[in-house]
T-cell receptor, first 114, second 112 residues
C-alpha cells in the first residue's frame, strides 16, 4: 500500500514565524502535491511538483513556497506565517506515468497560527 | 481550466437507504474521475474511480456513473451503514495533466 506520511498531525505557531510542513511518500511517485482544506471550500491546490527540484504553482500559492530536493520528500514552507493560514494541510502523491492513476493522501497537518 | 461542482453539500439518510452525490465538470478533455472518502481526522481515501470510456462501475455497495455528454458523474451508495458517514469528494483529471480538480465535498450522515 502507498503510504504518504506528514510529519506533524497538529502544529501551533506564531504570526511571523517561518513554518515547515514535511511530507514523505514511499512509492517512488513522481508527482507530489500540497493542498489546503477549509470548510466549504474543498481542497485547494497550493503547489505541486512533478520531479525533483521542479515545482508549479497551484491555485493559491501566495504566502507559500515549496522544496523538493529528494523524490520522496516534499516540503511546504510558510515564509512568514499569518493567522489566515490557519488550516488543514494535506499532502498527496501520484505516479507520473499512466493517465488513470489516483492521488494518495496523507492524514493531514492541522496548523494553527496564533 | 477545469471547474468541478458537487451537490449536495450535506446529505442525511436513514441507515439502509441509498445515497446519491452528483458532480459536474466543465472541461470535456477530462477523462478520469476518482471519488474519495474522508473520515474524521484522516486524509481522503480513494473508494472508486471511473474512466471516460466507461459508463458505470460497481464495487459492492458503491457505484459510479458517468455521462460524458452531459459532463456529470455520480456516486451511489446502497444499503447505507453508519460507517459510511464521512465527507465525500469527487475529482476530475485531464489526460496527461498532473493536476486534479476537486469538488467542494459532501458531508454524508447515516442515521442508525
Amino acid at each position: 500500500d502507498v503510504k504518504v506520511t506528514q510529519s506533524s498531525r497538529y502544529l501551533v505557531k506564531r504570526t511571523g514565524e517561518k513554518v515547515f510542513l514535511e511530507c514523505v511518500q514511499d512509492m517512488d511517485h513522481e508527482n507530489m502535491f500540497w493542498y489546503r482544506q477549509d470548510p466549504g471550500l474543498g481542497l485547494r491546490l497550493i503547489y505541486f511538483s512533478y520531479d525533483v527540484k521542479m515545482k508549479e504553482k497551484g491555485d493559491i500559492p501566495e504566502g507559500y513556497s515549496v522544496s523538493r530536493e529528494k523524490k520522496e520528500r516534499f516540503s511546504l514552507i510558510l515564509e512568514s506565517a499569518s493567522t489566515n493560514q490557519t488550516s488543514m494541510y494535506l499532502c498527496a502523491s501520484s505516479p507520473g506515468r499512466g493517465p488513470h492513476q489516483p492521488q494518495h493522501f496523507g492524514d493531514g497537518t492541522r496548523l494553527s497560527i496564533l | 481550466g477545469e471547474n468541478v461542482e458537487q451537490h449536495p453539500s450535506t446529505l442525511s439518510v436513514q441507515e439502509g437507504d441509498s445515497a446519491v452525490i452528483k458532480c459536474t465538470y466543465s472541461d470535456s478533455a477530462s477523462n478520469y474521475f476518482p471519488w474519495y472518502k474522508q473520515e474524521l481526522g484522516k486524509g481522503p481515501q480513494l473508494i472508486i474511480d471511473i474512466r471516460s470510456n466507461v459508463g458505470e462501475k460497481k464495487d459492492q455497495r458503491i457505484a459510479v456513473t458517468l455521462n460524458k455528454t452531459a459532463k456529470h458523474f455520480s456516486l451511489h451508495i446502497t444499503e447505507t451503514q453508519p460507517e459510511d458517514s464521512a465527507v465525500y469528494f469527487c475529482a476530475a483529471r485531464k489526460y496527461n495533466f498532473n493536476k486534479f480538480y476537486f469538488g467542494s465535498g459532501t458531508k454524508l450522515n447515516v442515521k442508525p
